[in-house]
């Protein structure tokens, strides 16, 4: 590693989702970039962790931000949390920005089971969807890099978590196709409505501050269909 790094993104994902290959890339991968860093006399560069919102539990509701308990059930969330509790601890001028929902042009796995009809949704109105831009979650990147005041821990997620069921029916009757059937939640959905007051008290300004306007865009565009 050379000399003169001043900014740092650990954005890594690991090959198999299970607990053996998630420890070896958040948490030992993740080890072994700060001893390189202070190693080649990097120390004083601006280190983001790119983490999960999947650090707070699955059975946790309401209002959360980063002051939150973080009460993690599953594996995923729980060496997460571990990972950037060791790095806060040893590299104090890091960042870690916890994405929720990723979607994108490039990420259309809803849209998809919905058009396929395999989507379901769940009977309950107390499931939400917390969702974030790619475009953003990468601006959001860059932002925290270059804002020098910026440290410790920050939510990823845009300013209109919206009920899983009014999301799933919008998104249906947009595409031109059959509302979703009811059916059990999956892992992945939770009674969250997160917060991302601290990223925007910074400075940073979305572009897609819903989700249903993301959507949108996406599906009206003409050179990236859906199939």
Excluded at 1 to 24: F, L, Q
Aim: aromatic fraction near 8%; proline fraction near 7%; hydrophobic fraction near 40%.
């Amino acid at each position: 590693m050379p000399a003169g790094i001043t900014r740092v993104v650990y954005c890594a994902t690991p090959d198999e989702r299970d607990e053996a290959h998630y420890r070896a890339t958040y948490l030992v991968g993740l080890q072994h970039l700060v001893q390189a860093l202070k190693d080649t006399g990097n120390t004083d560069a601006r280190l983001l962790f790119v983490s999960s919102t999947a650090v707070y539990g699955a059975d946790q509701a309401g209002a959360l931000d980063e002051n939150s308990p973080t009460e993690p059930s599953r594996f995923n969330g729980r060496v997460l949390l571990e990972a950037e509790q060791w790095l806060l601890g040893h590299w104090p001028q890091a960042r870690v920005l916890r994405l929720s929902g990723i979607y994108g042009p490039e990420r259309r796995y809803l849209l998809r089971q919905l058009q396929s009809g395999a989507a379901t949704v769940p009977s309950s109105d107390e499931y939400w969807a917390n969702r974030i831009h790619v475009h953003d979650a990468a601006r959001a990147v860059i932002h925290l890099l270059e804002e020098g005041t910026c440290q410790g821990v920050f939510i990823g997620t845009d300013s209109t978590p919206v009920p899983l069921k009014t999301l799933y029916r919008e998104l249906a009757h947009a595409l031109g196709v059959a509302e979703p059937a009811v059916g059990p939640p999956s892992p992945m959905m939770s009674r969250k409505r997160l917060s991302n007051h601290k990223l925007l008290s910074t400075g940073f300004e979305l572009r897609w501050p819903d989700c249903r306007a993301g959507y949108a865009a996406i599906m009206a565009s003409e050179d990236q269909p859906l199939q």
